[in-house]
């Protein structure tokens, strides 16, 4: 019997799909690692290798620099607001509320609108004299009232919480899915055993719901530190440059046809992402347990 | 229990090959039936795809009935990528650098010398049967060959749009001086109209007053100072004229003579405000006019050159010829692309496109029409007296957005206008010295 099952699911099934990601993934990872070190540019014919030019350029660029702090930002705060927000509407929404899967479907249905929509959305509704605005006056909460989309020093926060309106019920559902898995026996013997609600929350459904944290947590921090659309969308990384972020800035420079310099910034960015979510997915899974 | 996932994850698996085979199938028979409904018209149905940027939609070229014209003609479906204005260079860049470019595409030809790499990504056209009977040959050529389309030889003119009407009811003439233009916009405002509409969500649109003004302030004063920034000779806070320019502008903003949200309003709003009477002047180009009496023939627009100073003498800025047609090397349909060139270059296909839009015809068979009331006063107030200047984006041979992007930043008050033209000498000197253009 152990014999066929083998047979029947060798390793040689995993070939096409490796094939697949070599070709579409490895591959260009590779030979954009080689152009990250050469002048490759849209008005000049060949490649020349310039040893560490561009990265130099990445580390004296203002600019760059600036996008590299609002993509640290966006990603920080979009990895604490979504698992929070989604965290608690998980625990509120597995309640036996009589409501509960209708507020669930709505929490969650921003999560497969299009950014696009969302844009379209928001920028009317975060403008000077917007409904956002306006509401704050309303209440007489005038120091609420913001140019949310076109102050500097506010605008990378504004999209960060547009992102987090937007994904939170996303990171809920995977909540929900893992407070689901939990059996009621432990609660029960815990109440047994005289522990209270935050005694049994501590003990019992956060250990148990690591694993769902640690897809959620990953999941933000590398789509935070991959941002582009929400920001392309709301901003395109203005006003100025004060909302760039580093896709939005990889996007710029192939726009001035430095071709090598964004597939330096894109290079950057992979080795980046992969230097903070690998330590912290080994971190997490040690801390992992089973039931 | 695990039979039961397997049997699962087999037929999930099954289903997704199910859909992309169906997907294919239906790709392959929409494609035939396309062939078949195209028989009766004679030939393959080919599509073509034609990109522009969402700003240029208006274009005369793109109209749905000229389109709808040539499909009936040649059974060839021009399919439009309507491409985002701030982007439009961009995804062009893309497309042709990857090989994916649309059979035709509309820019303008001296953007497309610096931005897109004329001599490397498109067709010369000089052997098209519409050269031999081209007028000005010049505004469609570079490096000595015809590589675009166009049936106009009209250059578009940048200054001031203002409605007459709004002029007229508050007993306002057109301002020949700084002073004169300030007690304008007051006047107008005390009315209750916005007196300038600054659409600068669209950074390009920030630069249409300084561009005009510095292509003015040089022409008039400092002939050789572009070609001098050019060559690093000069640097751009040499010039206290630039600085004064941005600091005007900035001024008017902070004066209150705009519409007050001027970074988040965008320039696709432009023609909707004018339409509706909510402002009496903004800068820009005469295509605006254009697009705003095609959509309204009432409306009653013109253009007056902005008076940076109180001279009486103030030019409009005028820029290269633009909205041209081109074709690129990799471009998967050329001959269907360049019938359609032929198609739109046909004399009573032409004719019909110069009346309709006003234009200075630029085929030796077709006529130009009366113009326009705007046009007609710019050709007499502006271009006669010789009173036009080159905007500066003409004199330009890098990508300037970096420059669009800093004057949004002085908007937001984070860069003063000194700090504006430091922030772009530096990356002017940048972008010169990755071109490989020499003295930076």
């Not at chain 2, 009936?72 to 994916?100: C, D, F, G, R």
């Not at chain 2, 003004?213 to 050019?230: I, M, Q």
């Not at chain 2, 060139?341 to 004719?351: D, M, R, S």
């Not at chain 2, 500066?392 to 957005?401: C, E, G, H, I, Q």
Request: some cysteine; hydrophobic content about 45%.
């Amino acid at each position: 019997m152990i014999k066929r099952s083998k047979s029947m699911y060798g390793y040689y099934l995993v070939w096409p799909a490796l094939l697949i990601y070599t070709i579409f993934f490895v591959a260009p990872a590779i030979i954009g690692l080689f152009y990250s070190f050469t002048d490759w540019r849209l008005d000049r014919i060949g490649v020349h290798f310039i040893g560490f030019d561009n990265f130099h350029k990445i580390f004296t660029d203002d600019t760059l620099l600036l996008a590299m702090k609002n993509t640290l930002i966006f990603a920080i705060a979009t990895v604490v607001g979504k698992n929070v927000i989604g965290l608690l509407l998980a625990i509120a929404l597995n309640m036996r509320l009589k409501s509960r899967n209708f507020l669930r479907a709505i929490f969650y249905s921003p999560s497969i609108l299009s950014v696009l929509v969302i844009s379209i959305i928001f920028t009317p509704m975060l403008r000077t004299e917007g409904m956002v605005n306006k509401f704050f006056d309303s209440i007489g909460l005038h120091f609420l009232s913001q140019a949310w989309l076109t102050n500097p020093d506010l605008v990378i926060w504004t999209v960060a919480l547009v992102a987090i309106w937007q994904s939170a019920g996303f990171q809920m559902a995977i909540y929900l899915a893992g407070l689901q898995s939990i059996s009621k026996d432990y609660y029960e013997a815990a109440m047994i055993d005289g522990a209270g609600a935050w005694k049994s929350f501590t003990n019992i459904t956060v250990p148990l719901l690591l694993p769902a944290l640690n897809i959620n947590l990953m999941l933000t921090l590398i789509g935070g530190l991959k941002v582009f659309s929400e920001v392309f969308v709301l901003t395109s990384g203005g006003p100025g440059n004060s909302s760039q972020v580093v896709g939005t800035i990889i996007l710029r420079a192939f726009g001035e046809g430095n071709w090598g310099l964004g597939t330096a910034i894109n290079t950057l960015l992979f080795i980046i992402v992969t230097l903070i979510a690998i330590p912290l997915l080994i971190f997490m899974r040690r801390k992992e347990v089973t039931e | 229990m695990k039979q039961k996932a397997r049997k699962l994850s087999i037929g999930a698996l099954a289903a997704v090959f199910a859909l992309t085979l169906a997907a294919c199938g239906n790709d392959s028979s929409n494609s035939e039936s396309g062939d078949s409904s195209s028989t009766s018209g004679g030939g393959k149905k080919v599509t073509i795809e034609l990109a522009l940027s969402k700003s240029s939609q208006d274009s005369a070229f793109v109209q749905q009935d000229l389109l709808d014209e040539f499909e009936k003609k040649t059974n060839i479906k021009v399919n439009l990528q309507l491409l985002p204005a701030e982007q439009t260079s961009t995804v062009l860049q893309t497309k042709l650098a990857v090989n994916e470019t649309p059979d035709i595409l509309q820019y303008n030809l001296a953007s497309a010398t610096t931005d897109l790499n004329l001599e490397r990504n498109f067709e010369i056209l000089d052997d098209q049967p519409w050269v031999s009977r081209l007028l000005n040959k010049d505004v469609l050529s570079a490096y000595g060959h015809v590589y675009s389309f166009h049936v106009s030889q009209d250059t578009g003119m940048q200054g001031v749009v203002y409605n007459k009407d709004i002029f007229k009811e508050l007993n306002l003439e057109v301002p020949k001086t700084y002073d004169e233009f300030l007690a304008a916009c007051e006047k107008i405002k005390a009315a209750g109209y916005t007196p300038l509409f600054m659409p600068f969500k669209d950074n390009w649109a920030a630069n249409v007053m300084p561009g005009a003004a510095f292509g003015e302030y040089v022409t008039k004063n400092e002939p050789t100072l572009f070609d001098d920034l050019n060559a690093n000779k000069k640097k751009w806070t040499d010039v206290p004229a630039f600085q004064t320019i941005l600091d005007q502008q900035y001024d008017l903003y902070k004066k209150g003579y705009t519409n007050t949200d001027v970074l988040s309003d965008s320039y696709d709003m432009a023609a909707g405000q004018f339409l509706d009477k909510k402002v009496a002047m903004m800068f820009m180009g005469d295509w605006l006019i254009e697009s705003v009496e095609q959509q309204d023939a009432n409306m009653n627009l013109g253009l007056f050159a902005y008076p940076t100073d109180n001279s009486g003498d103030a030019y409009l800025g005028a820029s290269p010829l633009g909205g041209q047609l081109f074709v690129p090397k990799q471009a998967k349909h050329k001959a269907e692309a360049e019938q359609f060139l032929n198609f739109i270059a046909e004399k009573e296909v032409a004719q019909k496109i110069v009346n309709a839009q006003g234009y200075v015809s630029n085929f030796n068979d077709v006529t130009t029409p009366e113009l326009p009331d705007y046009k007609q006063e710019i050709l007499d107030n502006y271009i006669t007296p010789k009173k036009t200047a080159m905007t500066m984006d003409a004199y330009m041979l890098v990508d300037r957005s970096e420059l669009y992007r800093s004057l949004q930043d002085q908007f937001t008050g984070s860069k003063t206008s000194e700090k504006v033209l430091q922030a772009w000498g530096d990356k002017f000197a940048e972008l010169m010295k990755d071109k490989g253009e020499a003295g930076f």
